[in-house]
C-alpha cells in the first residue's frame, strides 16, 4: 500500500491491513532489486544464525539477553521522549512530501519519528475555555449569511467523495482524443465550479473525507495520521451530519466497499449518521468496471436509497465511490475509446510508457457518464435536491508521467509539488439559486460551505471556518510552516482541539441546539 503512494511504510499502514486487502488485487507487484537484496540478506542471516554454535547456553544466558534488551527498551524510550535530542536534531517527517522523509532520515528513524508524531501533542498553548467562547463570540458577530435560503426551501444534499477523481490540466498539457468529462465540463446553469486543496496523493482517502465532514484539518496532525483509525476519532463528535440531523433531516451514509474500509462502520457511527450503506447491503444489482463497483451502480443506490427512504424527511447522503481506485492498467479494461494527442511539451516519441494515464483518463470518461445520469434523474424530480460531487485525492503516477507534464513549465520543486494536491469540486442544484461562488479552497472548508448552500443555521465552527476561509483559503501541510502562528490559525487549533480532543467540549460551539 505504502510503495504505491510512493511514501514508507508507516504505522498507519500497519493498521490499515484491512483496507489494503480489499483493493491489493488492482495492483501488481512487481518486487525491486533492491526488495529482493533484503529478501536475501535475511535469509542469509537466518541460514547464518543455524550454523552459529553460541558457546553460552543455559538459563542465565537467556536471562541475561533478556536483561539487556529491556534496558535498552526502557533507556530508548526514556531518551526520546524525554530529552530535546529530536528538537535539537530537527528530526522530523516532511509534511508535504512523507518519501523525502525517508530519504532524509533513513527508513528505521522515520518509522520511529512516524511513531512519536502520532501520539497526542497534549493541549495547545493558550488555551482555555475563555478564550473559545471569545472566538465563538467574534464569529458570531462577524458572519453575515449572504446564501442562506433557510425557512424558503429545504433541499436534499448528496455529497459525493469521488474516488481519485482529479482534473489533470493542472499539472500541465493534456489533449486527447475526445473530450474525457464532457458532462461535467457542460454544466453551467445553477452550477458552480472550483478546486479543492487536499491533503493527501493516491491513498488516505478517509483524510479528504475527514476534513469534509468535521471541519478539522489533519494538517495541524502528523502526516501519516489517519483520523478514523489512529484514535483522534474515537468518540461521538458534533459533526456535519449531527448539524443536518439537528435540523431535521435523515442522514446516511454509503460506500460501494466493506465497512471495515478505513474503519467507516465505526467513525461514520462517531461522525453522527444515523445510518451506513455499505456494499454488502445494496439493493440494486452490483455492476462492475475492473474489480471494483462501479460510479453507475453506486448512483442507481443512491437513487433507490432516496426513494426508498423511511420518511418525507429530506434526505443528507455522503457517498463514497470506489470505481477509480489504483492502480491503473489497461489490461484490466474492456475496452479503451480515449486516447492522448499532446503530453506535455515534447513529441510523441519522448513520452515513453503512458499506459496508466490513459487507463486513468478512460475512467474519468466511465464516471462522466454515470454522473450524467444521476444529474438527470434529479433534474426530473419535483423536490429541490443539492448535489455535490468532489475529488478525494489525485492519482499517483510514475515519475515519468510528472516529467513530461512538467518539462518546460520552469516550476521549482515545491510547485511541481503542491500542483499534485488539487482536484476538482462541482455543486449542482436541479432549482434556481443564487449561490455565492467561493472559487478555490481547501477540503476542511467545504462541509460549512455546502450547509450554508442548503440554508442550515449554521453553528459558530461553521461561521468562523467561513470567515478564515476569506482570509486563508488554503489550510495545508504545505503552508502551515507559514501560517501557524497567525492568530487565526491558533484560534483554529483551539477550536479543532475543543470538538476533536477535549472531553469537556462546549457543544455550543459546534450545536445549532
Known amino acids: 500500500m505504502a510503495l504505491y503512494r510512493n511514501s514508507f511504510l508507516s504505522i498507519n499502514d500497519i493498521m490499515a491491513v484491512g483496507t489494503a486487502a480489499t483493493v491489493i488485487q488492482s495492483y501488481d507487484l512487481i518486487p525491486s532489486a533492491e526488495l529482493w537484496y533484503t529478501i536475501l540478506y535475511f535469509f542469509t542471516f537466518i541460514v547464518v544464525g543455524f550454523w552459529c554454535d553460541i558457546p553460552l547456553k543455559g538459563k542465565w544466558y537467556h536471562v541475561t539477553v533478556s536483561a539487556v534488551s529491556i534496558a535498552y527498551c526502557v533507556f530508548f524510550y526514556c531518551f526520546w521522549n524525554f530529552t530535546d535530542y529530536r528538537e535539537e536534531h530537527n528530526l522530523y517527517t516532511v509534511q508535504y512530501a512523507p518519501y523525502a522523509s525517508q530519504l532524509y532520515l533513513g527508513y528505521l528513524l522515520t518509522f520511529g519519528v512516524d511513531i512519536q508524531e502520532n501520539i497526542d501533542a497534549g493541549v495547545p498553548s493558550g488555551y482555555s475555555e475563555e478564550k473559545l467562547m471569545e472566538i465563538g463570540k467574534w464569529a458570531e458577530e462577524n458572519y453575515k449569511n449572504e446564501d442562506s435560503e433557510k425557512d424558503e426551501i429545504t433541499p436534499n444534499v448528496i455529497l459525493i467523495m469521488n474516488e481519485s477523481w482529479g482534473d489533470l490540466s493542472v499539472l500541465g498539457n493534456i489533449a486527447t482524443t475526445e473530450s474525457v468529462m464532457p458532462f461535467v465540463d457542460s454544466l453551467e446553469e445553477n452550477t458552480l465550479k472550483g478546486y479543492l486543496y487536499v491533503n493527501i496523493l493516491g491513498g488516505l482517502t478517509a483524510n479528504t473525507e475527514f476534513e469534509v465532514l468535521t471541519g478539522d484539518t489533519v494538517s495541524f496532525m502528523t502526516v501519516t495520521a489517519v483520523p478514523y483509525q489512529t484514535g483522534q476519532l474515537d468518540h461521538d463528535i458534533m459533526a456535519l451530519p449531527v448539524v443536518f440531523e439537528e435540523q431535521g433531516y435523515q442522514t446516511m451514509a454509503m460506500h460501494p466497499n466493506v465497512a471495515a474500509s478505513w474503519n467507516r ?53 455522503f457517498n463514497v465511490t470506489i470505481q477509480n481506485h489504483g492502480s491503473y492498467y489497461s489490461g484490466d479494461m474492456e475496452e479503451m475509446s480515449i486516447g492522448l494527442t499532446e503530453f506535455g511539451q515534447i513529441a510523441r516519441e519522448d513520452w515513453g510508457d503512458t499506459d496508466t494515464l490513459e487507463t486513468y483518463l478512460n475512467l474519468l470518461k466511465i464516471s462522466d457518464d454515470a454522473f450524467q445520469k444521476l444529474i438527470e434523474y434529479f433534474s426530473n424530480v419535483d423536490e429541490p435536491t443539492i448535489i455535490c460531487m468532489f475529488g478525494d485525492h489525485q492519482p499517483l503516477f510514475n515519475d515519468h508521467i510528472y516529467d513530461v507534464l512538467y518539462a518546460g513549465q520552469n516550476l521549482t520543486e515545491e510547485e511541481q509539488n503542491a500542483l499534485k494536491y488539487i482536484v476538482p469540486y462541482l455543486v449542482w442544484t436541479n432549482y434556481d439559486a443564487e449561490l455565492t461562488d467561493y472559487g478555490d479552497f481547501s477540503a476542511n472548508y467545504l462541509g460549512a460551505v455546502i450547509a450554508n448552500y442548503a440554508g442550515l443555521e449554521l453553528p459558530s465552527y461553521y461561521k468562523y471556518l467561513l470567515l478564515m476561509m476569506e482570509e486563508y483559503p488554503e489550510i495545508s501541510f504545505r503552508n502551515m510552516d507559514e501560517i501557524e502562528e497567525e492568530e487565526m490559525i491558533q484560534n483554529y487549533k483551539f477550536l479543532q482541539y475543543n470538538h476533536l480532543t477535549d472531553e469537556n467540549y462546549l457543544a455550543e460551539l459546534f450545536s445549532v441546539k
Request: charged letters at 25%; hydrophobic letters at 35%; proline letters at 2%.
Open 265 to 317: 462502520g465505526e467513525a461514520y457511527e462517531y461522525l453522527g449518521f444515523e445510518s451506513f450503506i455499505d456494499a454488502d447491503q445494496f439493493q440494486t444489482e452490483y455492476m462492475y468496471v475492473r474489480s471494483f463497483l462501479s460510479d453507475e451502480c453506486n448512483y442507481n443506490e443512491i437513487i433507490w436509497q432516496y426513494e426508498n427512504r423511511i420518511s418525507d424527511s429530506p434526505l443528507f447522503l
